[in-house]
């Protein structure tokens, strides 16, 4: 039985503090394209969507991972390596023209600010967010005697919210850097986090044992609900952007959307063979993209909870996310690659 099976991937690496701010503004890579395919990636070309999804291709591979994440107002994709660096890519012309030494081991996840200003990405050093115009580190929160193992932002943008290995939610001012409160979550590790659209209450995801799916008061971290339905780690939580539908993943094949703010009667998808870790949604909302160890990310038809197409993955699927227009699908894996798919499209594209 694969429970860690995340954390055990990725946390072949010691535990140490975090060192910010070397390698910053050094050259990154450069994207490579298969050679069966067309000779271009389409960028801001045709959204992704039910009746195309037939026609995704491996666009290009991203020289990281596995660690994926896309500005919310388009312009940017970070990836986190396994080496503790974040490349920023700039979606004008695919070059990596911005990276930053973040961490002395791996990343694991990377994520954006509501605002598109700050980037935390995250592993077994701790977590650290990053001010994307400048490269300046603003917050730096060390592992410690655990790990971070999850973070989401507040709505407005001005707190954020770790978990950790201990189970542990703790809440950042991020104007001046402090720890606001804490309150102990889980049984066993938090394994995931997310804030709903309208700002008012964090879910938190549990592991090792306590596979409950907790909500909070997001002002007073007070819990105020409990959700049932995983029997084991609970490894990502994501809301449409509509915010009508809360998805979770988890071990043993799980995939459940919950209609909210009920969610009395969890709908369950079918369709991986693997433990599903992390999930993305369109930016309409209409698919849900999941990453698997079976070696596929599935998309699915959220409303009819199906799998309209599996991708196939060189390594374990970790990871899904949508551009901002939605016509670029992000696929990072465990083989240290991070595949870019899209619907070709005969204008506005990048040559090799």
């Known amino acids: 039985m694969r429970i860690w099976c995340r954390v055990l991937v990725l946390c072949l690496v010691s535990f140490t503090g975090i060192c910010s701010g070397s390698d910053t503004g050094s050259e990154g890579g450069a994207l490579s394209f298969p050679d069966q395919l067309p000779d271009a990636l389409p960028h801001q070309g045709v959204a992704i969507a039910r009746e195309n999804v037939d026609q995704l291709v491996q666009a290009a591979v991203v020289p990281s991972g596995p660690a994926a994440a896309f500005s919310p107002h388009g312009g940017l994709l970070a990836t986190g390596s396994h080496d503790g660096a974040v490349d920023l890519w700039d979606l004008g012309d695919w070059q990596a023209s911005r990276r930053v030494t973040v961490s002395g081991g791996a990343i694991w996840r990377v994520a954006f600010s509501p605002d598109g200003m700050l980037l935390a990405s995250w592993g077994a050093d701790g977590l650290e967010l990053t001010e994307v115009a400048t490269l300046r580190s603003t917050l730096s929160v060390a592992a410690g005697s655990s790990w971070v193992s999850a973070v989401a932002f507040s709505a407005d943008g001005h707190v954020a919210f770790t978990g950790d290995g201990e189970g542990n939610i703790d809440s950042w001012d991020l104007e001046t850097g402090s720890s606001v409160a804490s309150v102990a979550a889980h049984a066993g590790p938090v394994m995931s986090l997310a ?48 915010g009508g539908v809360l998805v979770s993943t988890g071990n043993l094949s799980v995939v459940r959307t919950w209609a909210v703010p009920d969610a ?47 991708l196939e993955h060189q390594g374990e699927g970790f990871a899904a996310a949508f551009s901002a227009d939605g016509s670029v699908l992000a696929t990072p894996g465990s083989d240290g690659t991070i595949v870019l798919w899209a619907v070709p499209d005969s204008t506005s594209v990048v040559p090799r």
């Not at 007073?220 to 049932?228: D, F, H, K, N, V």
């Not at 079918?270 to 209409?286: I, L, T, Y």
């Open 264 to 310: 009395e009667h969890p709908r369950t998808l079918e369709g991986h063979q693997g433990n599903v870790f992390d999930a993305g949604f369109s930016p309409d909302g209409s698919l849900l993209a999941t990453g698997s160890d079976d070696g596929t990310v599935a998309v699915w038809d959220v409303e009819r909870g199906v799998v309209l197409r599996e």
């Open 195 to 242: 804030v709903s659209p309208d700002g008012r209450l964090l879910y938190s995801g549990g592991g090792g044992g306590d596979s409950r799916i907790l909500v909070w008061d997001i002002r007073t971290l007070e819990q105020i609900g409990s959700l049932a339905g995983h029997e084991v780690d609970v490894h990502d939580l994501a809301f449409s952007p509509t």
